[in-house]
């Protein structure tokens, strides 16, 4: 198991940007793919982006792409995801998932994630 706490919430103007860290414990964490999900009020939850083990693939979804940025920093057990242009349709929780992984394709299935944080809150006003 790892344990991942989520940070870097907050309130931001639309347009403006975050940067949402996860911070693991426990395990060596470079064994582990990450994803970051949100959920929106009265929503289902979704997948926002994914990095393999080692950080040479990642995936986003297409509302997010070439807008969040996700990357990682094995030596530190990180995994950030930095938001650009935020949009009020951005505001939801974070959460940041990992599963013990050494294959190169990114998770972006909710199931394949057996371990979650808590989450971190993202509100952009217009």
């Known amino acids: 198991q790892v344990q991942l706490v989520e940070s870097g919430g907050g309130l931001v103007q639309a347009g403006g940007s975050l940067r949402l860290s996860c911070a693991a414990s426990?395990?060596?964490?470079?064994?582990?793919?990450v994803g970051w999900f949100r959920q929106a009020p009265g929503e289902e939850r979704e997948f926002v982006a994914a990095i393999n083990w080692s950080g040479s693939s990642t995936y986003y979804t297409d509302s997010v792409k070439g807008r969040f940025t996700i990357s990682r920093d094995n030596a530190k057990n990180t995994v950030d995801l930095q938001m650009n242009s935020l949009k009020p349709e951005d505001t939801a929780i974070y959460y940041c998932?990992?599963?013990?992984?050494?294959?190169?394709?990114?998770?972006?299935?909710?199931?394949?994630?057996?371990?979650w944080g808590q989450g971190t809150q993202v509100i952009v006003s217009s």
């Open positions: 426990g395990r060596t964490f470079s064994n582990y793919a």
């Open positions: 998932a990992a599963r013990w992984s050494q294959t190169a394709r990114p998770k972006i299935l909710e199931a394949e994630y057996g371990n």
